[in-house]
């Protein structure tokens, strides 16, 4: 109850969204780090919330995620940042936020990444990653899908290039880093991101043959070895009365939101091969009984994407 904080703390809470321990499908989700921001500003602080307890983690000490011992980030006002907070383990997180004037970009976000453990004070976790002082942003993440998991580290030179860098996550943290503009993926993708090992990327504007507006899927590998000569496989292609809105993905499916003729209409995938480097489908598509747009406006968003296919219709 954001309310009932505010009143007890005498600020003006605003809830600005969560960042849940997800370690796997088969790993129970019991800690998530909570956003608020003081009037609702773009400045949040961070708190480490047990879901089982319902209660705020105290910060500090250097027990296990199973006892007391919270991440918090500026806890109180005065201390809310633009900042970004991503988790790797139980125990460790990568953390982008001003501790100092050094750590920010001339655009106020975090220049610096650090790896922040359980019971460490955040400003003497060592940094791991940093971009210029000209870049917009900088940060860092984990991501897991259908029990692949890749850490990401990017710089945003501008509100429309993003240089990123990628690699496969382990608990040893010893994998190779691959600078995904040196395999040939375009600066200004519109998105980039995975499901399963399969790498989703939406194309800003026009790239080898593909046009803006395009959404590709490619082998993990495939990409790695052979860059932009890899099998990528076409999953949306825009017309003069269609364009690509969104898209989004449950344990198996990819659900695609397309504005069709100004109203929504939407396809969906079913991964079918999540490693195929000989040119075969990587996705299929399932059939609709009917897939005339009606409505005129709509959006999809899993319900739980680690253990379901279900989604959210809004």
Not at 279 to 287: A, E, I, N, V
């Amino acid at each position: 109850d954001v309310d009932a904080l505010g009143r007890d703390e005498s600020t003006s809470w605003v809830y600005k969204g969560q960042t849940p321990l997800r370690l796997g499908p088969e790993m129970p989700v019991n800690r998530t780090l909570i956003a608020l921001s003081p009037g609702g500003s773009d400045a949040v602080v961070r708190r480490e919330f047990d879901l089982v307890s319902k209660t705020f983690v105290a910060p500090g000490g250097k027990e296990s995620s199973a006892a007391p011992g919270g991440f918090a980030l500026g806890v109180d006002p005065d201390g809310a940042s633009k900042n970004r907070i991503s988790w790797i383990d139980e125990d460790a997180v990568l953390v982008g936020a001003p501790f100092s004037e050094d750590d920010q970009t001339s655009s106020g976000y975090p220049r610096t990444v650090r790896e922040w453990k359980r019971g460490q004070d955040a400003r003497e976790a060592p940094v791991v990653f940093e971009g210029e002082k000209s870049d917009v942003s900088v940060g860092a993440y984990v991501s897991r899908s259908r029990g692949s998991a890749f850490e990401w580290r990017y710089r945003g030179l501008n509100f429309y290039e993003t240089r990123r860098l990628v690699r496969r996550h382990d608990p040893e943290r010893t994998g190779v880093w691959y600078d995904l503009q040196e395999l040939g993926v375009p600066l200004d993708a519109a998105t980039v991101t995975h499901l399963g090992d399969v790498i989703l990327l939406e194309l800003r504007s026009a790239w080898e043959s593909y046009e803006a507006g395009t959404l590709l899927a490619v082998a993990f590998d495939d990409l790695i070895k052979r860059g932009p000569k890899a099998s990528f496989e076409t999953l949306f292609e825009p017309t003069p009365t269609t364009s690509l809105q969104s898209f989004s993905a449950s344990r198996s499916i990819l659900a695609l939101n397309i504005q069709d003729t100004v109203k929504t209409r939407f396809e969906f995938y079913k991964v079918v091969n999540s490693d195929a480097e000989d040119g075969s489908r990587l996705f299929s598509k399932l059939s609709l009984a009917d897939e005339t747009p009606r409505i005129a406006s709509a959006s999809l968003s899993p319900i739980d994407a680690d253990a379901s296919d279900d989604f959210f219709l809004r």
